[in-house]
């Protein structure tokens, strides 16, 4: 039997991965045969409060011995003043490195329904279906030297930015090989014309284009005019690949596009066991008050069936029945307008709005295939 690690993590971490969760047992009942083992542990401050470091090693072999890991958010002012070796999000970084998982996708669709929620225009933003391929475990979260310290009596803050050649490459193969089944369109991001370490990128991401890829269109962008672009034509772009830095902040920049950084999933891919998340934070001002949106966690649990587990028109049930709820007009507080048709909901009753239309998405699929 397949075997899930669960890390709810902080904040509405355990409120939104509880939802989900219940989404895929739902998909269990309905699929025919297929179940999965799930066991939950301790993560980042949870685990810190508890045993003093946000990942204990038992967290780890769990992480190593299963097919899938399912998080939900780690952090929080909480923990802030902790010494930065044992904070939460030490956790996470650690869970990237040690499960080898080097690209990050992160998907940024406008759904049809919340056309409304996104700042920018209807024009502007309706049919946006780009995915940011993040390089995950390189770049200036993890170059040496680095480290805070005093040289001729002043503080001194250094990170360092390092790519090899093999990180490069193998992130650009992800991007390139996704771009294949969507619109072959790659746009490589990078800051070549100031940092060394991207100058490398550009080359090295045009050497596997020209070497393996040719069939593909690739295109290179400054960070600072990407960001520009994400705002004034987001429906350029395709498959955006880019560094750890750079990655982190255009992926949040594009979620706010599509309405909410509550919408967005997320799947970090590259060893055997694949880690899914949603992009948002552990929002420690709402926890525990069930009004947090939990659709990007169970957007989370479809890439998990599509990326870990061959499931693809499972993955296409959970991903319909999330835009029919939003048609239907349920909408959690972060996308909520106040509209003829349209109700606020709290995060369980969403959840539940949300397996029910997994059931007669499945419903349809079975009569179909009996048609």
Same mark, same amino acid.
């Given at each position: 039997m397949p075997k899930i690690c669960v890390f709810p993590g902080d904040g509405i971490g355990p409120e939104v991965v509880r939802e989900?969760?219940?989404? $895929?047992?739902?998909?269990?009942?309905?699929?025919g045969g297929r179940s999965f083992e799930t066991e939950e542990e301790l993560l980042g401050g949870a685990s810190y409060d508890v045993h003093g470091v946000p990942m204990t090693e038992r967290a780890m072999g769990l992480?190593?011995?299963?097919?899938?890991?399912?998080?939900?958010?780690?952090?929080?002012?909480?923990?802030?003043?902790?010494?930065?070796?044992?904070?939460?999000?030490?956790?996470?970084?650690?869970?990237?490195?040690?499960?080898?998982?080097?690209?990050? $996708?992160?998907?940024?669709?406008?759904?049809?329904?919340?056309?409304?929620?996104?700042?920018?225009?209807?024009?502007?933003?309706?049919?946006?279906?780009?995915?940011?391929?993040?390089?995950?475990?390189?770049?200036?979260?993890?170059?040496?030297?680095?480290?805070?310290?005093?040289?001729?009596?002043?503080?001194?803050?250094?990170?360092?930015?390092?790519?090899?050649?093999?990180e490069i490459e193998r992130v650009a193969r992800v991007a390139f090989e996704l771009a294949r089944k969507r619109g072959r369109k790659v746009t490589s991001v990078d800051k070549a014309n100031v940092l060394e370490a991207t100058e490398l990128w550009r080359r090295i991401v045009t050497e596997v284009h020209d070497r393996e890829y040719k069939d593909i269109d690739l295109s290179h962008m400054l960070v600072d005019n990407c960001a520009m672009q994400l705002i004034r034509h987001p429906k350029q772009f395709d498959v955006i690949v880019t560094t750890n830095l750079f990655g982190d902040i255009l992926t949040d920049e594009a979620s706010m596009i599509t309405g909410s950084i509550g919408m967005l999933p997320s799947a970090s891919l590259g060893g055997r066991v694949g880690l899914y998340e949603p992009i948002h934070g552990s929002a420690p001002d709402i926890a525990g008050k069930g009004? !947090?949106?939990?659709? !990007?966690?169970?957007?989370?649990?479809?890439? *998990?069936?599509?990326?870990?587990?061959? *499931?693809?028109?499972e993955a296409v049930w959970i991903e319909e029945a999330v835009?029919?709820?939003?048609?239907?007009?349920?909408?959690?507080?972060?996308?909520?307008?106040?509209?003829?048709?349209?109700?606020?909901?709290?995060?369980?009753? *969403?959840?539940?709005?949300?397996?029910?239309?997994?059931?007669?998405?499945?419903?349809?699929?079975?009569?179909?295939?009996?048609?």
């Open positions: 989900a969760l219940s989404v $895929l047992r739902t998909v269990e009942e309905v699929a992480a190593c011995g299963a097919d899938a890991v399912l998080l939900g958010a780690v952090g929080g002012p909480k923990w802030d003043p902790l010494p930065f070796a044992v904070r939460p999000e030490r956790a996470l970084l650690g869970l990237r490195k040690n499960l080898g998982l080097f690209a990050n $996708l992160r998907p940024a669709k406008v759904f049809a329904p919340l056309l409304d929620a996104s700042p920018l225009r209807r024009e502007l933003v309706e049919g946006i279906d780009l995915v940011v391929v993040r390089e995950l475990t390189g770049g200036i979260y993890f170059g040496e030297p680095r480290g805070i310290r005093v040289e001729n009596g002043v503080e001194v803050g250094i990170n360092t930015e390092v790519y090899t050649r093999p009004v !947090a949106n939990p659709l !990007a966690t169970i957007l989370s649990v479809a890439l *998990m069936l599509r990326y870990s587990f061959g *499931m693809p028109a835009e029919k709820v939003l048609a239907d007009g349920f909408r959690t507080g972060d996308i909520y307008r106040e509209a003829p048709g349209v109700r606020r909901v709290g995060t369980g009753e *969403m959840g539940e709005q949300v397996r029910r239309a997994v059931r007669k998405q499945a419903e349809g699929a079975v009569r179909n295939i009996v048609r």
